[in-house]
């Protein structure tokens, strides 16, 4: 049986992941594949335990050394538990977030650095990588707007962070794609939903079957 794939599906707050993220399930099961939709933080019972540390109280909760490595270890649980052995079933998995968002987050915005959080990943996941990594992306901060009203009544304590933080993270994305263009590709998430998820179609045309 062939080996299924993996993909990441990335973005700051409010570019439409979520919304995309079962739009892309549904057009590859079209495509009579078989598909597992995951998350990070998340994705097995160990990594939604570390979930809820991550996201739950709060702001200064963790030290940024503290919280990248429950990132780490979530994602590390998660492959184990889930990802591995779908993918060795011929199964696609498609997960919401992944390293990407680490080095985003954590590496770009948190100021750890990319390597830092690339040593982490080697340690804990033997540095597995997603077959291809699609990044949404809104131009001048409107994805920030978009979740600032959506979330007008409190969002989690990394969302929750200041736009300079999410402008950083935005930064951290075009950086993962510039240093790994053949993994990591960057979506325009404007226009209508069907067009946007038609690009990210387009984005995996060469992994489909
Ligand atoms: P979500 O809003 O997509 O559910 O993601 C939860 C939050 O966790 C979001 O603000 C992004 C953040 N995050 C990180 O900071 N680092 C990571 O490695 C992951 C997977 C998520």
Same mark, same amino acid.
């Given at each position: 049986m062939a080996r299924g794939r993996f993909i990441s599906?990335? !973005?700051g707050e409010g570019v439409g992941k979520s919304t995309q993220l079962a739009a892309l399930a549904q057009a590859l /099961? !079209?495509?009579g594949l078989e598909v597992v939709v995951t998350r990070e933080p998340g994705g097995s019972p160990g990594a939604e335990a570390i979930r809820k540390l991550l996201l739950e109280g709060e702001d !200064?909760?963790?030290t940024l050394r503290a919280e990248a490595l429950l990132f780490a270890a979530a994602r590390a649980d998660h492959i184990a538990k889930t990802i591995r052995p779908a993918l060795a079933e011929g199964k696609w998995v498609l997960s919401d977030r992944f390293l990407d968002s680490s080095l985003a987050y954590q590496g770009e915005a948190g100021g750890l650095g990319f390597e830092a959080i690339r040593d982490l990943h080697r340690f804990g996941s033997e540095d597995f990588l997603p077959d291809r990594t699609l990044v949404l992306r809104l131009e001048g901060g409107e994805g920030a707007r978009r979740a600032a009203s959506r979330d007008a009544d409190g969002a989690d304590r990394i969302g929750g962070r200041p +736009?300079?933080?999410h402008a950083l993270v935005d930064a951290g994305f075009a950086?993962?794609? /510039? *240093?790994d263009p053949d993994r990591v590709r960057l979506i @325009? *998430? *404007?226009g209508n939903e069907a067009?946007?998820?038609a690009r990210l179609l387009y *984005?995996? !045309? @060469?992994?489909? +079957?």
């Open positions: 599906l990335e !973005g /099961e !079209g495509r !200064g909760r963790w +736009p300079s933080y950086k993962s794609a /510039e *240093a @325009d *998430a *404007a067009t946007v998820t *984005a995996l !045309g @060469d992994l489909l +079957p």
